[in-house]
């Protein structure tokens, strides 16, 4: 599986980028993928991630009511709808993959990762 992410920028707060993650090398069916993020001198952090089939979703609350993940099924491509952008979104956003049945943010449970794409927020 690989993974392309794009759509990063420089963008000025209360701004909007919309993320794409496109996969190939398979055609998903199941599993589940999740946009992470990390900020200079933090750890990386879950952002939303979406389950291939049923399109179930989680956000960080962090992220919660400004941010929309979505999925289209025939393009075998995951957007990030980035809304209201604040200074602290400024980070290198990562897709990844997990071929497992359930939802998860644990980093750990996704197999396959894309080169992340950098966001950047300016007052």
């Known amino acids: 599986v690989q993974l392309q992410a794009s759509g990063g920028g420089l963008v000025q707060t209360g701004g909007s980028l919309r993320l794409s993650c496109a996969a190939s090398?398979?055609?998903?069916?199941?599993?589940?993928i999740g946009w992470f993020r990390q900020a200079p001198g933090k750890e990386r952090e879950f952002v939303a991630a979406?389950?291939?089939?049923?399109?179930?979703?989680a956000y960080a609350d962090s992220v919660k009511g400004r941010f929309t993940i979505s999925r289209d099924n025939a393009k075998n491509t995951v957007y990030l709808q980035m809304n209201s952008l604040k200074l602290e979104d400024t980070a290198v956003y990562y897709c990844?993959?997990?071929?497992?049945?359930?939802?998860?943010?644990?980093?750990?449970?996704?197999?396959?990762w894309g080169q992340g794409t950098l966001v950047t927020v300016s007052s």
């Open positions: 979406i389950k291939w089939t049923g399109g179930s979703t």
């Open positions: 990844a993959a997990d071929l497992g049945l359930l939802l998860t943010r644990r980093d750990h449970e996704y197999e396959y």
């Open positions: 090398g398979r055609t998903f069916t199941s599993g589940n």
